[in-house]
């Protein structure tokens, strides 16, 4: 019993500790975002000779939201010679392939890529495939529910001019923020991960993630590093990480704000996050070992890029940290060896729960001119055993992928926009 | 030169769209003053911290008093963390019966099932703060219904725990406010403003956590130990979070309402 | 359950309520529930000022149907700009007033013989010289514009022709001129012109030159760099990007775009860019430049480009 009580203590410390860790790289990001010297992105550079771009719009069933990324793509100022479009129709069963057929007639630059029969699916595949027939030399995603404006593709696409730049990324943000709780809460988290922690991560030149949409790649690169792994969900995360253990950088464009349509219903969000946690962990496990030993990483970069990895191991940390202090309660340990470590415990449960500490989305509000959606804050705290739950979930999913290496299945978020 | 009349001339008014210049929020930074950044830091969480410490012993002395003459058959004691004597009332708790026991096994089960199953037609974040109660009641309700004599706990253990938890709330307000509101150094409004906050964040601890105290010790007494996990698990720290984060935002309201009406003094430019 | 008990936990329970409240307000309510606005036009420009200045003159003018403003003599409208004022329509170069409060438009070419402070836009429909100090707050010429007199500009130029800078000249945040021959210190935040130059001498891009270094490809440097081409000549076939300094100085050809998150030197002999093509120097930092200079392109500084030739 002295054994279990000992160990149970000590996963509480240990507990404790991380998530101190994390509270004080989000209280640097904070401050650093808040007031420190921001890094220059590479907006402001005009030149007229832009690289070859191929935007790809992964597509599964998008009926609804399709014309309206594909009107927006066609409006962009990016020269027309230098710009196609390749949306992935990912074996759909709706009207899909008739409207990305009908855009074809129309403008010669998009060329849709039809994925049916044997071809395996999943966000991932559709990439591998679309990276075989693209023309450009780099590569910007989107998703098939954002809105980009004109002038984005030229503002992520300028970036690739820097030799180190591997991938680029923008901001998301929601349009459908005011629709309920869920995505009002979405919307000021985002706000914090994009304004505040992204942007904080450029600037001290640790790992800005690539997200997978309103972003790109330099095409050549990320063919020399043996394209998107099929069997990892989180194409995005595992990216970032081939970026920086070979050398690259992402580059993160705060300038580059796209609207996406977040989740409105609690049970699409369940999925979704449950899916970027398992994405997120198989990378974890696949690249935390690279990660330590990388030569091409500093210390700082390879601190950051650790508690990265773990971001979404973090719930199920907490949730562990539960189960364990429950039972230090009934075996009689409340106290945790001391008085002083109680308060410890009191200060690492007070910091639980989101993946942004209130401070951070608090700041970002701030910076992004907001005024009453700073009362917002408290509510996050409705989301606390949600998040812990479904990130949980797709940590087991993970673990579970881990030791069988079964293949994994895509799940696409569903629509709510109007078609 | 013309004169003003003829300006009248010509006064018709033309409207005409106006053209949308979108600001750089993405290069927007805070303005910052250093020194009112240290100064915010160290005065609120000294300041603070000493009123707590110098508080702390009347409080539990005040609270003690207060429940011994609400809770009738309370006993007084006191408890030594670090210097302090920490003086406290609390009624003598009970066991839950093996039936009590059972009930609240049966029926937390039963939630949890029904949580989790597909019937269920709750949202999921509420669905997910449900289960988490179910849970912790399943788990106490069977630690009772099978390990009733091992409960290691007493009334007189809850007080203390219940203690150093209010204690540490105390301690963690001036601290987690200070360094997260500190951040606002527009002007010396700021100080003020933050120095509410805190102010008004451990008055309304103090009161919440007496009024928690109590209820706590009443149904210790009434509906027996079953109830104390929840008391930690559920209505403990996680809930002081939610009132903290509450003052913060209000603050930070009233900091972007009084200063932002001139941006310039707002913020500066990172790019 | 005795009633001041009962008392006790209703009062518990709404206080547990009451820091929900405002969230609860403001959820309801939707006072600031739209996301943040994004503009869908947004696109980078470097003409952006002056042509939307411009462009609210010109669809008020033509509301009030006045398609030649050159035909009227000397005028006061009240016009809807940005909000409703009064826009002075001038052809008198000898103007009496030292400050005009409004925007002012001279219909013709015009000399500025005296100093006088605009405190708004300055609009000249024909050339501009000034021959002596003046201060405005944003300047355009549909002419050419030639700068013989301490000039102070607080936002933007905008110079449909040839914009020379014979005199000390401090062109605020953003010009855009076709070409733009600097020949007095100037200073400005961004500049835009097929061609900007300090010096008519033929610099390195139209010289014979041999024994030069040349470097392929683009460079991406962590630290600071200095490039100097006094003793041979340096070409740079493509782009600098640099995490510290930039110093250039001598004979140094960068065919592609420079970029720093510091600042940049650019001296005696620097050319940028090529002919017939855009490119641009940007840092977050001062730039620098002195002695004979050219680029073919866009001049960027977040703090402020000098320029002393």
Redesign the interface.
């Known amino acids: 019993m002295g054994v279990l009580i000992f160990f149970l203590k000590t996963y509480m410390v240990f507990l404790m500790l991380v998530l101190l860790l994390y509270i004080i790289r989000h209280y640097t990001f904070t401050l650093n975002r808040a007031f420190g010297k921001q890094?220059?992105y590479?907006?402001?550079?005009?030149?007229?000779?832009l690289p070859t771009v191929s935007v790809l719009v992964p597509m599964h069933n998008e009926e609804k939201v399709a014309r309206h990324i594909l009107d927006?793509l066609v409006a962009s100022?990016y020269p027309k010679e230098k710009l196609e479009i390749i949306p992935i129709n990912d074996h759909s069963t709706d009207r899909t392939k008739e409207i990305l057929e009908e855009y074809a007639q129309k403008y010669p630059f998009i060329k849709p890529l039809h994925r049916y029969g044997d071809l395996p699916r999943g966000k991932q595949n559709g990439l591998n495939d679309a990276l075989k027939i693209a023309k450009g030399e780099v590569i910007i995603v989107y998703d098939a529910d954002y809105?980009p404006?004109?002038?984005?593709i030229?503002?992520l696409a300028i970036a690739f001019?820097?030799?180190?730049v591997g991938a680029v990324m923008g901001r998301v943000?929601?349009?459908?923020?005011?629709k309920n709780?869920l995505t009002?809460l979405l919307?000021i988290e985002r706000?914090g991960g994009y304004q505040v922690d992204q942007q904080a991560r450029y600037n001290l030149n640790l790992i800005p993630q690539y997200g997978g949409t309103v972003g790109g790649f330099r095409k050549s690169t990320v063919i020399e590093l043996g394209g998107f792994d099929s069997r990892i969900l989180a194409e995005d995360t595992e990216l970032t990480y081939k970026m920086y253990l070979n050398g690259y950088k992402v580059a993160y464009a705060n300038i580059a704000?796209?609207?996406e349509e977040a989740p409105e219903d609690w049970n699409v969000r369940a999925r979704q996050l449950r899916r970027w946690s398992r994405g997120h962990n198989q990378v974890m496990f696949k690249y935390f070992i690279p990660t330590i030993l990388s030569k091409k990483l500093n210390l700082w970069q390879k601190i950051d890029g650790l508690l990265l990895l773990a971001i979404y191991m973090q719930p199920f940390l907490i949730f562990l940290g539960l189960l364990d202090s429950l039972l230090l309660f009934f075996l009689g340990e409340m106290e945790i060896t001391s008085s002083y470590l109680f308060l410890l415990f009191m200060f690492a449960h007070n910091s639980f729960g989101n993946f942004a500490p209130f401070f951070e989305i608090g700041t970002a509000l701030v910076l992004?001119?907001?005024?009453?959606?700073v009362?917002?804050?408290?509510?996050m705290f409705l989301e606390f055993i949600f998040n812990i739950i479904y990130a949980s979930l797709g940590f087991f999913d993970a673990l579970i992928d881990l030791i069988t290496k079964r293949t994994v299945s895509w799940q696409k978020t569903e629509r709510f926009r109007n078609a | 030169?013309?004169s003003m009349a003829?300006?009248q001339?010509?006064?018709?008014?033309?409207?005409?769209?106006?053209?949308?210049?979108?600001y750089a929020?993405f290069g927007r930074v805070l303005k910052f003053n250093k020194y009112l950044f240290m100064l915010q830091l160290t005065l609120l969480v000294v300041v603070f911290e000493f009123l707590v410490i110098f508080f702390l012993e009347d409080y539990f002395k005040a609270l003690s008093d207060i429940t011994r003459k609400?809770?009738e058959g309370s006993y007084t004691a006191s408890y030594k963390f670090l210097s302090f004597k920490l003086e406290y009332s609390i009624p003598h708790g009970r066991l839950p019966t093996l039936q009590e026991s059972f009930i609240y096994l049966l029926v937390s089960s039963l939630s949890l099932l029904f949580l989790i199953s597909r019937f269920n037609p709750l949202s999921k974040y509420i669905s997910a703060w449900l289960i988490y109660i179910a849970f912790v009641y399943f788990v106490s309700s069977f630690y009772f219904v099978f390990f009733l004599d091992s409960f290691p706990y007493t009334e007189r253990d809850f007080a203390v725990l219940y203690i150093l938890q209010q204690t540490g709330v105390f301690l963690f307000i001036p601290i987690l406010l200070a360094l997260s509101l500190s951040l606002f150094t527009f002007s010396w409004l700021n100080l003020l403003l933050n120095a509410i906050t805190i102010a008004l964040s451990l008055m309304?601890s103090s009161?919440?956590g007496g009024?928690?105290y109590?209820?706590f010790a009443?149904t210790l007494k009434?509906f027996s130990y079953i109830h104390m996990p929840a008391m930690f698990f559920l209505f403990g720290p996680l809930?002081d979070f939610?009132?903290i984060?509450?003052?913060y935002?209000?603050c930070l309201?009233m900091t972007i309402k009084l200063l932002q009406r001139r941006q310039e003094a707002f913020y500066q430019?990172g790019? | 359950?005795p009633k001041?008990?009962l008392l006790?936990?209703l009062?518990?329970i709404l206080?547990?309520l009451?820091?929900?409240v405002?969230?609860l307000?403001?959820?309801f309510l939707?006072?600031?529930?739209?996301?943040?606005?994004?503009?869908?036009?947004?696109?980078?420009e470097?003409d952006y000022f002056g042509k939307?200045f411009m462009?609210?003159l010109s669809?008020?003018l033509k509301?009030?149907k006045i398609q030649e403003v050159e035909k009227y003599n000397?005028?006061?409208?009240?016009?809807?700009?940005?909000r409703?004022e009064?826009v002075?329509f001038l052809n008198?170069e000898n103007?009496?007033?030292n400050t005009l409060d409004t925007p002012v438009v001279f219909t013709k070419d015009t000399v500025f013989l005296q100093n006088h402070t605009f405190k708004r836009e300055l609009v000249v429909f024909g050339n501009a010289v000034f021959k002596n100090t003046c201060i405005a707050r944003s300047l355009y010429v549909q002419g050419n514009c030639i700068i013989e007199a301490p000039v102070r500009i607080a936002r933007w130029v905008h110079v449909e022709g040839t914009l020379i800078t014979k005199s000390n000249a401090d062109l605020g945040v953003s010009v855009y001129t076709r070409e733009m021959k600097i020949r007095g210190w100037t200073t400005f935040k961004?500049a835009?012109a097929k061609k900007i130059d300090t010096s008519d001498d033929p610099l390195i891009d139209k010289k014979n030159v041999e024994g030069t270094i040349n470097l392929q490809?683009?460079?991406?440097i962590t630290g600071n760099i200095s490039i100097g081409g006094k003793d041979r000549p340096v070409f740079v076939d493509g782009?600098l990007?640099c995490d510290g300094d930039v110093q250039i100085e001598g004979d140094v050809w960068i065919k592609?775009?420079v970029?720093s998150?510091k600042s940049i030197t650019l001296k005696n002999g620097v050319v940028i860019g090529r002919e017939g093509?855009?490119?641009?120097v940007?840092a977050?930092g001062e730039i620098l430049i002195k002695g004979p200079f050219r680029i073919y392109?866009?001049i960027?500084s977040?703090k402020r480009v000098e320029v002393n030739p």
């Open positions: 890094r220059l590479y907006q402001d550079i005009l030149d007229e000779d927006l100022d809105l404006p004109k002038g984005q030229r503002t001019k820097d030799p180190q943000v929601p349009i459908n923020a005011e709780l009002r919307d706000s704000e796209c609207y992004d001119g907001s005024k009453e959606k009362f917002l804050l408290p509510l | 030169m013309k003829s300006k001339a010509y006064s018709k008014i033309f409207e005409v769209e106006k053209p949308v210049i979108g929020r609400i809770l309304y009161v919440f009024l928690r109590i209820v009443y009434s809930i939610i009132y984060v509450s003052f935002s209000l309201y430019w790019f | 359950m001041v008990i006790i936990a009062f518990f206080l547990f009451l820091p929900f405002p969230s307000i403001e959820l939707k006072r600031d529930a739209k996301p943040i606005s994004v503009d869908p036009e947004r696109k980078k470097p939307s462009y609210l669809t008020a509301d009030l000397s005028v006061y409208l009240k016009l809807k700009l940005n409703e009064w002075g008198d103007l009496a007033e961004r835009y490809g683009n460079f991406s782009d990007f592609g775009n970029f998150q093509k855009v490119k641009s940007v977050k392109g866009y960027h977040e």
